[in-house]
């Protein structure tokens, strides 16, 4: 067991500007996307050329951080918007929902293909990998700001935080999410597979992940369990994504939709 020792929050003071951990690990997340999604180019994809790389993920990034944001003020802080609207915006104060992160950059990914003409789901396997870049250096922001900590615990890898020792589930978070969950898209997507086959690989990978990491993972102070003790609102809300994900492998096997992806993000064929 160690102590946590109480981050400062702030990485610089700049006079009234303040970098804070939490905003630079977003900025490690989209660098790191934006530097392997280079790595993806290939004529005949979705993503072709350098500067559709960098149009994408600008595109992304705003999807993840208005969707984060807009996602946990109303997923999680609802009473929020109505005593304080301006809270929105304050991000530098934490609060971000993956889930919610998840629908803007699926709005931000359907933006994307209208404009450039190619395939959403194409597309969407495209990214699929660079998403756990992302999820881990966020994780690392929850665990320096001491936010999300877990359950209480006696297992040696315990954490101590004011006196008790907890789990460490943004740190599991950050192993899981980030950095196995990337391996494991990398690795199968580096040979040709279905058309939607990544996408739904990612969305049940990380389903299964958060919906066990929340079993050993605090509630929210203000919703609690939902139900039986146990159930969590992140569980009700990661569950689609498992089932969604079963299904769109299932689909993608079963009757190949749009060709096959190829390992560096191309496809062949598709609508």
Known sequence: MFTYPGFDPIVI??????????????????????????????????????AQVDDLIFYLALGV????????????????????????????????????????VTVAMAL??????CSLLALADFVAPLVPIGLGAGRIGNFINGELWGKATDLPWAVIVNGQPRHASQLYEA???GLVLF?????????PRP???????????YGLFRFLIEFVRLPDADIGYLALGWVTLGQ???????????????LAYRRPIGGVSQPDGASQGGP
Not at 21 to 34: K, N, T
Not at 183 to 191: D, H, M, P
Request: net charge positive.
């Open 65 to 104: 951080i208005l969707g984060g944001r807009l996602g946990y003020m109303l997923f999680y802080d609802t009473a929020q918007i109505i005593d304080d609207p301006l809270r929105i915006v304050m991000i530098w104060k934490g609060g971000m929902s993956f889930h919610g992160g998840l629908l803007g």
């Open 236 to 250: 009700v809300l990661t569950l689609p994504m498992i089932l969604g994900g079963m299904g769109m492998m299932f």
């Open 175 to 177: 192993f899981l999410e």
């Open 13 to 50: 003071q700049l006079g009234p500007l303040g970098i804070r951990w939490y905003g630079l690990m977003y900025l490690v997340g989209i660098v790191g996307g934006w530097w392997f999604a280079r790595k993806r180019i290939n004529p005949n994809g979705p993503v072709k050329t350098l």
């Open 183 to 191: 391996t494991i898209l990398w690795v199968y997507s580096a040979r």
């Open 112 to 117: 994307y293909a209208r404009k450039s003409g």
């Open 195 to 205: 058309t939607m086959a990544v996408t739904g690989l990612f969305l049940l990978c």
